[in-house]
């Protein structure tokens, strides 16, 4: 086969895949398109010359970038530091939340819309898995609101397993599936490399709702043997934001009352819950570790949901801002996620005003406009260590050790919940920080750092690959960080943005 044929291949497996990702028939792409179905079987099969005008008309057509630019190499960025960042800029609704409703919108039989979800990979992962499994969704504007329907049955033969795999929040389709399914398989969850993360609290959790778990071969076997329902209140070994998630879904169809504690209050569980309720399902104890669920059998209603603002997001941005001493308005900040981290920041000589308190979309979050400021910080007396919630949270906990780096004195940043993420963060060595490795959970940071421009592969986990690329920012000169893929994973168009601050970022692939 010849190469440009082989190329033409590729390109039409992409729009077949993009296609059948957006729901649509081939005579449906073809209208859009203004041509036959018969072209568009053609170029999906690599029988027809592409021009690059034909290339960007189904990039848009199919809202997709993977086509408009016609290869799929590693992405990088090439960054020139020191420039000084102003200006101000939104804080997009979360990856977590945004992963979650996801997963809670095979609850519904009705449509759900879900508005301004971030458009990151880790949801394009679940929406290819939603489309693979028969759910049809769309994204309806720029404003990034995504429609998404549900068929009556599912048909988990045809799973995309390879996208599945890539993400953790896979996870979260055990708590809607044990409702409509006696026997099924999942596979194996990915998300960030942090060590071993168990999934056995999310195992114990579902057992009460007849939920039995055999791991093989790569994947999850469940069954469930409908004669088991809760008959007290579910105690979750570990206050995770996961299990708890699922325990809540698998709740949500549960016809009865079900009390989960011990469980997480965090962000991404708060929206869910806000979703239940708009489905019909009145969850109590919102923003506490006892939830109380009031389940219904069936969920059939057309529900239309705002997930909140990033709390980890906003926290990256204040850290751009502190590590290029620039004044930034991190705007729609959810105060309520960040209180820790900014009293610890303050203690640190943090120079910042917030404004008055004003609601997210989903009526519930609270949000501010936080304006930081140049300035002059220390180290802080106490060792930075995260909690669950309202604790600091632990994907805040990497900031710290960049914001540590430019602050006078030695900060000791302790992560005892991941097994093998304060490791990446000595990659800042890299960059010309003092940080060193006392144990796999604690890192010691001496500052201030004289940065140095450098090339750096992204970190296999995503708060520190970004740390990365906050101390990129900082370095005068040209650096590079290669593999991009995992901050894409959670963050929308991170480097545009900043550029819209003043940074100096352009992206690129490998030819
Ligand atoms: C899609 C999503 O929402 N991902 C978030 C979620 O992942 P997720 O809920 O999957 O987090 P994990 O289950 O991996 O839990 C985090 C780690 O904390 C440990 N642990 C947790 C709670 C506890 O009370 N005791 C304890 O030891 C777990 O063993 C694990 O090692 O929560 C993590 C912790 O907030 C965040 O980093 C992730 O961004
Ligand atoms: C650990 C994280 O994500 P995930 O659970 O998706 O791996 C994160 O968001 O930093």
Not at 387 to 396: Q, S, V
Not at 413 to 418: A, E, G, I, S
Request: glycine letters at 8%; a negative charge; charged letters at 20%.
């Amino acid at each position: 086969m010849s190469d440009a044929h082989d190329y033409l291949r590729r390109i039409g497996g992409l729009i077949r895949a993009s296609r059948k990702h957006r729901g649509w028939t081939q005579a449906q792409l073809a209208e859009a398109l203004g041509t036959s179905q018969s072209a568009v079987n053609r170029i999906e099969h690599g029988h027809q010359n592409l021009s690059l005008d034909m290339l960007s008309r189904i990039g848009d057509a199919l809202d997709s970038e993977i086509v408009s630019i016609g290869h799929t190499g590693p992405m990088h960025l090439r960054i020139v530091g020191g420039q000084q960042l102003s200006g101000s800029i939104d804080v997009r609704s979360s990856k977590n939340a945004g992963v979650a409703l996801l997963c809670a919108s095979l609850l519904n039989k009705g449509r759900t819309t879900l508005r301004k979800v971030a458009r990151i990979e880790e949801v394009n992962r679940i929406l290819e898995v939603l489309g693979s499994i028969g759910v049809r969704t769309r994204w309806l504007n720029d404003e990034n609101d995504l429609e998404i329907t549900r068929p009556a049955t599912l048909d988990l033969s045809t799973m995309d397993v390879e996208a599945a795999r890539r993400t953790r929040s896979i996870l979260m389709f055990l708590g809607p599936l044990l409702h409509e399914l006696d026997r099924f398989e999942l596979p194996y969850a990915g998300g960030c490399d942090l060590g071993t993360r168990t999934i056995e609290p999310t195992l114990t959790a579902l057992r009460p709702f007849g939920l039995a778990v055999k791991a093989h071969e790569g994947f999850y076997h469940a069954d469930v043997d409908r004669e088991i329902v809760p008959t007290r209140a579910i105690v979750l070994t570990e206050r995770g934001d996961t299990v708890t998630e699922n325990v809540l879904m698998a709740a949500a169809r549960h016809p009865g009352v079900t009390v989960i504690r011990n469980a997480s209050s965090n962000y991404m569980v708060q929206d869910l819950c806000f979703f239940l309720g708009e489905l019909g399902v009145r969850v109590d104890g919102v923003g506490t570790t006892t939830l109380t669920v009031h389940g219904v059998a069936e969920l059939d209603r057309a529900v239309d949901y705002a997930p909140s603002e990033d709390p980890i997001e906003a926290m990256s941005l204040i850290a751009a801002a502190i590590v290029t001493s620039s004044e930034i308005t991190v705007c729609r900040a959810p105060i309520e996620f960040l209180e820790i981290e900014l009293a610890t920041l303050e203690e640190m000589g943090l120079d910042y005003t917030r404004s008055e308190e004003y609601p997210a979309a989903n009526g519930h979050t609270r949000l501010v406009d936080l304006t930081v400021r140049p300035s002059t910080l220390r180290a802080p007396l106490d060792k930075i260590h995260p909690m669950p919630f309202p604790g600091l949270n632990i994907d805040n906990l990497p900031f710290f050790a960049v914001i540590a780096a430019v602050a006078s004195g030695a900060t000791l940043v302790h992560d005892w919940v991941y097994e093998n993420r304060a490791i990446y963060l000595t990659e800042l060595t890299k960059l010309g920080a003092h940080v060193k490795l006392l144990d796999p959970h604690r890192v010691y940071v001496e500052g201030p750092t004289h940065w140095s421009a450098a090339e750096v592969i992204c970190p296999p986990a995503l708060r520190p690959a970004v740390v990365i690329l906050l101390a990129m920012l900082a370095a005068k000169g040209t650096s590079v960080l290669r593999n991009i893929y995992v901050i894409d994973r959670g963050y929308e168009q991170l480097a545009q943005r900043l550029n819209l601050l003043g940074a100096r970022i352009e992206t690129f692939r490998d030819l």
